[in-house]
């Protein structure tokens, strides 16, 4: 198997790979998983993709512009106040982050991050759900991802960019 890649930028052209991953990885309707990404405002000229050598796609980081409430209504009405506050800040959702079974443990999933890194920081944040029986969790908190919420489906991080995320993080420990 080819271990080298290259990092491209997506494009809504890109819709149908990402339903296909995503229904693949998380068992997910795949129905439904079209209607999420129709309706949860991808960002794709700030998601990647990864291609090896052959042409095929090796992982996916799907970024969005959906509001923390569209992933999490609970939050709504068990911390609004909290919810203001991350509202207030200018931020950015990974929707998802797939990295196909043979580059794992590699640096792919680095790299993609980094290759966005400097679009990022326009954000005061990055706001990353993961669902709890994900392996993801330690990878974010490892990035400086703090939690801020936890529902029945998810935890929900923020990633901080500025000053001012950093110190709604800190009133978060």
Aim: proline share 3%; net charge negative; hydrophobic share 45%.
């Amino acid at each position: 198997m080819p271990m080298n890649y290259t990092l491209q930028r997506m494009a809504a052209t890109d819709a149908t790979e990402t339903v296909e991953w995503m229904t693949r990885q998380y068992g997910f309707d795949a129905a439904e998983v079209r209607d999420w990404v129709a309706h949860l405002h991808f960002n794709w000229q700030m998601s990647v993709k990864a291609v090896d050598e052959t042409g095929a796609t090796v992982g996916l980081l799907n970024m969005s512009d959906y509001r923390i409430e569209e992933e999490t209504a609970v939050m709504t009405r068990e911390n609004p106040g909290l919810l203001a506050r991350l509202n207030a800040l200018h931020y950015i959702a990974v929707f998802s982050f797939i990295v196909a079974e043979p580059f794992r443990g590699t640096r792919l999933n680095y790299d993609m991050v980094m290759s966005l890194w400097d679009d990022l920081k326009a954000y005061d944040f990055v706001f990353i759900p993961v669902m709890h029986h994900l392996k993801t969790h330690s990878y974010w908190k490892r990035w400086g991802a703090v939690e801020f919420f936890r529902d029945e489906m998810s935890v929900y991080y923020m990633l901080p960019l500025s000053q001012a995320a950093a110190e709604v993080a800190r009133t978060l420990g």
